[in-house]
């Protein structure tokens, strides 16, 4: 038999959504740091507000500042054909980023990404952190060092820590790896290979902790 959702679980689920809609518009009019002058637009994270897993990443890059969405781009099909080689299910995760806003130099024609320093991760906590409370995930993962400090509020080695699940103070588990912009960066294709495997590994887990979303 088809178990329908109960009414309770179906207001709380609309009232996640509508809560999510409304911190995204206000988002869209951040100025809590000077990045906003740089960006397009303010990258709010996608995803179903009932999402058991919410997906970290650094700031969207030069395609997601102009589609308005996070990890559409080059980094967003590594990470989709990650996903798929992890058996996990895009379309169930909550995918954001720790910084809103696209930083970046303008060299020629092109929009060089530049890396958000601590105050700018900091000052975006904000968005992220009113993320976790209304989605209020199983599992988040912190996919690199800039996701990892906002997650966590400080600095650690991504190398060392990756495959790992550190708890946050209020008890969330957060599941650490790299980003999937690291494997864009390595050029020879045996290193690839090997990296993306590892990565696969790390998001292996993930289904492994919330098997709700595996494919
Ligand atoms: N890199 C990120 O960290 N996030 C995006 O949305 C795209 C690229």
Redesign the pocket.
Known sequence: MVQKPSAAVTTLTSNAETALREVAKEAAHCRRCPLYKLGTQT?FGAGPADASVMIV?????DV?DRQGL??V?P??RMLDHALESAGLRRDCLYVT?AVKHFKHVVTGKRRLHQKPNAYEIDRCKWWLDQELDIIDPELAVAMGATAARSLIGKPIKIGTARGNVLHLPSGRPVLVTI?P?ALLRLRDSESRAVEFARFVADLRRVGEIVPSVRT
């Open positions: 990258v990443g650094e700031q969207p890059g997601e996070p990890f781009g980094a967003g980023n980003h912009s």
